[in-house]
């Protein structure tokens, strides 16, 4: 890869080439490195001709809309938040196949920007879209493996005309311009634009959502900590799926038949291939009872994904 200095300068010049003066864009920003430094990049290209939109889902991880708009006000991205989360739960509501699950998020993405773009005269739609994001998708003589939402689940009749200045990059060369402009934590794991949906196997629902939020905190705490005191090396992502797999349990002398959490960790260097983790017994054992404690009217096993990718990808969905 060039240096980044100079590869920042061809991405700017491209942007501005690709939404020519007057033209007004809006980009959509999820506080992931990716869609950063798209949004970085574009608002040195376009300045006062961009609106950088921050949706809340409803999708993301507790506390997520604090700790995303640290990070654009600590990089210097202007951005304004939009409240997205009964739109996209009632768009999910009975989907449950993993491709229509993608798609209906994506839709639901471009329905909302579209929206926010005829109050501001926007033509274009700036994305993250980085490289395994259109090869997992498919097209031409590829295999689609899933539809990634600023991909495949774009609908066809959209408006906007969209722009992918990180559409050639991979994870590893969007993180070294992460750390040229300065984004807070360039090497923080990835999380996925659809968001917790796709860690939610079966229908997407408000208490779903919530039971996973605390797993997913319960995972990211007790790992973090572990790597802090030197007990791990840190992975390249770790999250919790809530499966819709019920099982027999115990709870004191009560018999319990409740839900099923998994944890995955991986190690990858560009996402296209994957290492699945093997974290010390203890790291894992106190995620479990956590768990099964601090949620124990809605699950009551957890178990521990060691598949490497290939054949599994890194999410489950």
């Not at 942007?15 to 798209?38: E, F, H, N, W, Y």
């Not at 809340?56 to 654009?72: C, H, I, K, M, W």
């Not at 997407?204 to 996973?212: S, W």
């Not at 949620?295 to 521990?304: C, G, H, K």
């Amino acid at each position: 890869m060039k240096d980044t200095e100079s590869l920042i300068r061809q991405l700017v010049a491209d942007v501005q080439k690709r939404v020519p003066a007057p033209g007004r864009a809006i980009a959509a920003v999820s506080g992931g490195i990716d869609s950063t430094v798209a949004g970085l990049v574009s608002h040195r290209a376009l300045d006062q001709r961009l609106e950088c939109l921050f949706v809340d889902t409803g999708l993301l991880r507790a506390s997520e809309p604090d700790r995303v708009a640290t990070v654009f006000h600590e990089a210097g991205l202007p951005f304004r938040l939009v409240d997205g989360r009964r739109l996209f739960l009632d768009r999910l509501r009975g989907v449950t196949d993993p491709e229509k699950k993608r798609k209906a998020i994506g839709a639901a993405f471009i329905e909302l920007f579209e929206q926010e773009a005829a109050g501001s005269g926007a033509e274009y739609l700036v994305q993250g879209t980085i490289a395994p994001d259109w090869i997992e998708s498919g097209g031409s003589l590829r295999d689609t493996i899933k539809s990634h939402h600023n991909v495949g689940g774009l609908p066809e009749n959209m408006k906007l005309k969209v722009v992918e200045p990180l559409r050639d990059l991979y994870k590893d060369e969007v993180r070294s311009l992460a750390a040229s402009l300065h984004v807070p934590s360039a090497q923080r794991q990835p999380f996925p634009g659809p968001g917790l949906a796709v860690r939610i196997l079966g229908e997407v629902t408000e208490e779903r959502v919530a039971t996973l939020q605390r797993a997913t905190t319960i995972v990211e705490e007790t790992i973090e900590r572990a790597v802090a005191r030197g007990e791990m090396k840190s992975p390249w992502q770790y999250f919790a799926v809530l499966l819709p797999l019920k099982s027999t349990g115990v709870m004191g002398d009560v018999r319990s038949y409740r839900e099923t959490v998994a944890i995955r960790m991986v190690e990858s260097t560009d996402a296209m291939t994957a290492s699945a983790m093997h974290p010390p017994y203890e790291v894992l054992r106190e995620i479990s009872e956590k768990i099964t404690r601090e949620l124990s009217d809605r699950i009551n096993r957890v178990v521990y994904d060691i598949t490497d990718k290939p054949p599994a990808t890194i999410e489950w969905e």
